[in-house]
């Protein structure tokens, strides 16, 4: 199922567009406008393409663009699909490894997250170091699909470590202050309790989600190498004493998304085709 539903959408990308992207660029709620700056823009509604789910969240609009940036073919998800929303994992990593079966080789995630490390404050953007996966939801779970990669794909280096060097370096040169760290993935969509957060500090995350682990792991799966930032948007409940909502985590975003353009933008002109 899963793989039809992958190929009719790579066939439908390799019939529409003569483009093939090198790098796969997601953008997080709030960060869509990065495509907006390609060159040679062709713009795809995640609706018009076989297989793929449709989004539901405000703010996340649902369009790959596809085009170029300093001369690398760029494949741009303006909003991605959550677990929360209904999908099971592996429906939600069906527009990544269309991209993959399209040519992809490497990634660079960006996402929304809570902060929990207590030295980060609301706007700092956060490196992803590792990921803990406490959803426990596994896009892999199923049939393997030999074509992408082995039943047991090993996680060591799911995040790449000159790819993150690149994303430092494009920090350093526009003078942006980027902390790394741990992302926990929890389900959602309700936030995390105070306790919940409390126990993910305790096990080793600096920062807490609901998206990005699936893609990673798909990614990781099938030897295209990733890089992930998070936008801490809000600190993790129970950390101040202030309830969150989404509204913060967007307005937060917002202020943060200029800097998160710089960075990619750094990031692509650095890492080339
Ligand atoms: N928790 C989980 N997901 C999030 C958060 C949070 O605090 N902020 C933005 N996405």
Do not use: W
Not at 108 to 128: K, V
Not at 242 to 250: A, S
């Amino acid at each position: 199922m899963t793989r039809e539903r992958i190929n009719s959408a790579y066939e439908y990308l390799r019939r529409v567009t003569e483009q093939r992207p090198s790098l796969c660029v997601v953008l997080g709620s709030g960060l869509g406008g990065y495509a907006d700056t390609l060159e040679d823009a062709q713009i795809i509604d995640y609706r018009d393409i076989p297989g793929f789910p449709q989004s539901t969240v405000p703010g996340h609009a649902g369009r790959l663009v596809l085009g170029k940036k300093h001369g690398v073919s760029l494949a741009c998800m303006q909003g991605r699909f959550h677990c929360y929303e209904g999908y099971s994992p592996a429906e939600t990593v069906i527009p990544l490894r269309a991209l993959i079966r399209l040519g992809i080789k490497r990634l660079l995630i960006t996402n929304a997250a809570g902060g929990i490390n207590e030295s980060f404050r609301p706007g700092d953007i956060m490196i992803i170091t590792d990921h803990i996966n406490f959803a426990s939801l596994n896009p892999l779970e199923g049939a393997n699909l030999d074509e992408f990669g082995p039943r047991f794909p090993d996680m060591s280096f799911a995040y790449d470590k000159e790819l993150a060097a690149a994303l430092k370096e494009a920090a350093s040169r526009h003078g942006i202050d980027v902390k790394t760290g741990v992302y926990a993935m929890m389900k959602g969509p309700s936030f995390e309790t105070p306790a919940e957060v409390c126990a993910l500090r305790v096990l080793g995350a600096d920062a807490v989600g609901m998206s990005s682990v699936p893609e990673i792991i798909a990614a990781a799966h099938a030897g295209v190498k990733s890089a992930a930032l998070s936008c801490i948007t809000n600190m993790a409940a129970g950390i101040l004493n202030q309830p969150l909502t989404h509204e913060e985590v967007m307005e937060t975003g917002r202020i943060a998304a200029g800097r998160i353009r710089t960075l990619i933008d750094g990031f692509i002109e650095r890492v080339g085709e």
